[in-house]
């Protein structure tokens, strides 16, 4: 198959708004796009990435208004709502009759939604005027895309990309449930707990382990680079090194997340580095230690991941 990339948002519009996927660039990750009122483009989300129809998708809006005809909208659900756009995202009741495919949500009576903060991406849902949804644009299990190139390599060529540049935050969305009057955590995400309990003083609790499911794409295995991966420890001879602040010295393939220490700055290069190492060939890359702490709860979330045992 043959296509050539949209240049601009309004190309993306037409695309999607014909049924087709179209990749596009977040301030987290690049998301696979296809309109959500459409179950076919939906469906074809789910075969592009060899995904599991049980994991539901995240439907991303341009607006506020564009949101509340979606879900039910409880007053917390409005406050937690004023940190849009941002890397948030909000599982709430599904509002009856809103239009979306059933399949995007898997069938469940929750959707969880979020309001993007990329000016491409906004951009590309204003032209839409409908909701889209988007995972992250790589296959099933794999590494997460920031940037087009990584897309384009994850699909070989096979989905049409809206290239705008490396993602900003470089991890995924952090993800919320309201549980009564606290916020419940789903998932580890680009916003820290902290971050959101700063901006609204509402409490974030931790969705206890083994209620995974509670976000169903949380298999244990998922952002998997092709490598196997030895976490909290130094590298030896043959295999890559994914560094942290001040390192050991090392001969091989090694790539710092952040030489400074800076946990945003690792989140951002996060990714990007596995992929590079990954290309680089090693059988094993060794991980640094990397501080439990803000945003590296998402950081370490992910190489735990990354690091399960495959099927
Ligand atoms: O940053 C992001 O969130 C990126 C960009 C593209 O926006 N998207 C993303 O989507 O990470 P995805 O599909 O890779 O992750 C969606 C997560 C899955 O873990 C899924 O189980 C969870 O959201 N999810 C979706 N609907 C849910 C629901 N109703 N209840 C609980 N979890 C849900
Ligand atoms: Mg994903």
């Keep these: 198959m043959t296509h050539s990339d949209p240049k601009t948002a309004h190309d993306a519009a037409v695309l999607l708004r014909a049924g087709q996927l179209c990749a596009f660039p977040t301030e987290t990750v690049y998301g696979l796009g296809a309109d959500a009122t459409n179950a076919d483009a939906v469906l074809a989300i789910y075969e592009t990435k060899g995904r599991p129809r049980f994991n539901p998708l995240i439907i991303h809006c341009a607006d506020l208004a564009m949101a509340e005809t979606l879900a039910e909208f409880s007053p917390l659900a409005r406050r937690v709502a004023t940190l849009w756009p941002g890397p948030l995202t909000l599982v709430l009741p599904v509002r009856p009759g809103n239009g979306l495919a059933g399949i995007a949500m898997a069938g469940l009576d929750s959707v969880a939604i979020r309001i993007p903060d990329h000016p491409v991406a906004l951009a590309v849902l ?46 995924e969305s952090t993800i919320v449930r309201i549980e009564g009057d606290k916020l419940v955590q789903l998932r580890a995400g680009a916003m820290s707990r902290n971050a959101i309990e700063q901006a ?110 495959r099927d």
């Design 200 to 309: 609204l003083g509402v409490k974030v609790a931790v969705a206890p382990k083994g209620t995974a499911l509670a976000a169903p794409g949380m298999l244990a295995s998922h952002y998997a680079p092709r490598a196997l991966l030895r976490l909290n420890s130094t590298p030896r001879a043959g295999e890559a090194y994914l560094a942290f602040g001040n390192g050991p010295e090392f001969a091989g393939p090694v790539r710092n997340l952040s030489p400074r220490g800076d946990l945003h700055e690792a989140a951002r290069n996060l990714f990007a580095m596995l992929h590079e190492l990954d290309a680089a060939g090693a059988d094993m890359i060794a991980v640094a230690p990397i501080p439990d702490e803000g945003l590296g709860e998402a950081i370490n979330d992910r190489l735990l991941r990354a690091a399960a045992p």
């Design 126 to 171: 204003a032209a839409v005027g409908r909701p889209l949804a988007a995972p992250s644009a790589n296959p099933s299990g794999r590494l997460s895309p920031t940037t087009a190139e990584q897309v384009r390599i994850g699909f070989a060529g096979r989905v049409p990309v809206l290239d705008g540049g490396p993602c900003r935050a470089g991890v």
